[in-house]
């Protein structure tokens, strides 16, 4: 059994995340913001599939400093850390000429400053048991970039670039760090879109259709595994082929 902090996992990827690893029989500290009731319900479905320990805990990771204290508090809760998903973010999107300071550091704040934040917490903690899973969930757009999206896109590549360093720090400590870049993911904001928006994402899909957040989940449990040890410093596109290697 291994002990997981999964940010932003009260819905979404996040949640699918949580579950998966939940399955494979890991302990496991829910992450919610503000969704108090969604993660309760979340851990109660994590404990249902196989999850020895699910803890629900709540902070606003674009208060600077709060993602160490998460760590800290995970950590606590479950009796140690082995693994972090740090999947928890943010959109403030706009066109360049019309995005305002306070959306620019927002999305910086949380998407990219709290990583560094809970990452430094956790290899500490890591370091100490000699082995650790780290796994950031950034983006295809991080990549390809994306019209109306610089903050976000911003931070989605920052966060490739700090895990290629950080997994080169701390890999003869026995501990990875890898990255998943999710392409076009069926989601709540996905299923309000009207029908022509998400033909235009179609046309670039080379498989057709939009991800599901159980295979992006998959993913992530493949990396945190020990079948994954010798794997690091990568980002794995999640996106049906639409990022070119």
């Not at 992530?220 to 082929?241: E, H, K, P, R, W």
Request: charged share 20%; aromatic share 4%; with cysteine.
């Amino acid at each position: 059994m291994r002990k997981a902090l999964v940010t932003g996992s009260s819905r979404g990827i996040g949640k699918a995340i949580a579950l998966e690893l939940a399955s494979r029989g890991h302990a496991l500290a829910i992450h919610y913001a503000a969704s108090k009731d969604a993660a309760e319900a979340v851990a109660e479905e994590a404990r249902a599939k196989g999850s020895p320990q699910a803890v629900v805990i709540g902070a606003d990771l674009g208060t600077p400093q709060a993602a160490a204290g998460l760590v800290s508090e995970a950590n606590a809760a479950l009796g140690g850390l082995d693994i972090l998903v740090n999947n928890a973010g943010i959109t403030r999107d706009t066109l360049l000429i019309r995005m305002k300071d306070e959306d620019w550091d927002a999305v910086i704040q949380t998407n990219l400053s709290a990583i560094f934040h809970a990452t430094r917490e956790a290899v500490k903690i890591m370091m100490r048991a000699k082995w650790g899973r780290i796994v950031n969930i950034s983006s295809v757009v991080g990549i390809l970039g994306n019209p109306g999206q610089a903050n976000y896109v911003a931070a989605k590549a920052g966060l490739i670039g700090f895990t290629k360093s950080v997994a080169k720090e701390y890999a003869t400590r026995g501990i990875t760090v890898n990255a998943v870049a999710p392409g076009f993911i069926e989601s709540d904001m996905t299923a309000k879109l009207p029908e022509s928006v998400v033909a235009e994402y179609l046309k670039q899909i080379p498989v057709g259709r939009l991800g599901k957040p159980e295979e992006v989940a998959k993913a992530v449990a493949f990396l945190v595994s020990d079948d994954a040890a010798y794997i690091n410093g990568q980002t794995l596109c999640v996106d049906g082929g639409m990022t070119p290697h």
